[in-house]
């Protein structure tokens, strides 16, 4: 897995960023509570259902300091660093850390494709396990699941019936809902919600269904 070549920085505590921006959690556990989203610039992934494709290039190097006080400046106590792929950036860990050090809810939204035993304890990581319909199941990196705990959580998107099947096969296969909650959500236009709701509760499946609520209450906006 390459990661994205930060030796440009400026200085050494200085990460690109894409968007810093405060609004209601849309996903996972933290979902309806305000949220600061610190959205880091690039990503080596290029799944199928990407809705952040403006985050893959640009951005702007911002010293970790001045990001974590403009977190501070908004006022919210839940904070999720994300992307394009966070953890693409090496400093994006020192980030979680010092975001964790200044008292914050801190969440992180990851690919899976990189290796997440480094991120601070403190943080919940929120793991997207790749299915086959994302166009990126070979980046999989299934070292990191035995790493994951109850404080973790993992995502599946699912394109179609047969990534419902697929992803029903892996939380088997790994016992995920015996370690940490496991959260499947129907790809934007591609899954009817609830044709995925009607296949969980058939199964009788230990999943939490979700949908993207800020998609509900403002589509495609980005910033929101």
């Known amino acids: 897995m390459n990661l994205i070549d930060d030796t440009s920085a400026p200085v050494a505590d ?9 609004s209601l959690q849309g996903e996972a556990r933290a979902a309806g509570w ?3 989203f610190v959205r880091l610039t690039g990503c080596p992934l290029r799944c199928s259902y990407c809705d952040t494709a403006y985050a893959f290039h640009g951005g702007e190097w911002r010293d970790i300091d ?34 964790c050090d200044a008292g914050f809810e801190v969440s992180l939204e990851t690919s899976g ?14 793991v997207d396990i790749k299915t086959p319909g994302s166009l990126e199941v070979a980046r999989n990196r299934w070292e990191n699941l035995p790493l994951l705990t109850p404080h973790d959580q993992v995502k599946f998107v699912i394109c179609s ?29 591609q899954v009817a919600p609830r044709e ?29």
């Open 66 to 99: 001045a990001i974590v006080e403009e977190v501070q400046s908004h006022g919210v106590r839940h904070v999720c660093v994300t992307g394009g792929e966070p953890l693409a950036q090496k400093r994006c860990i020192t980030l979680l850390s010092k975001l």
């Open 14 to 22: 200085r990460l690109r960023i894409t968007e810093i921006f405060c």
């Open 113 to 126: 494709a990189i290796d997440i035993s480094e991120v601070d304890v403190r943080v919940s990581r929120v």
């Open 34 to 36: 305000p949220t600061v």
């Open 196 to 224: 995925l709701a009607d296949w969980i509760v058939e199964d009788r499946l230990p999943v939490k269904f979700q949908m993207q609520l800020h998609k509900q209450l403002w589509g495609e906006e980005q910033g929101r």
């Open 161 to 189: 019936r047969e990534d419902y099947d697929w992803a029903k096969d892996v939380v088997a296969e790994h016992g995920l809902a015996h370690r940490c909650d496991v959260l499947f959500s129907p790809s934007y236009t």
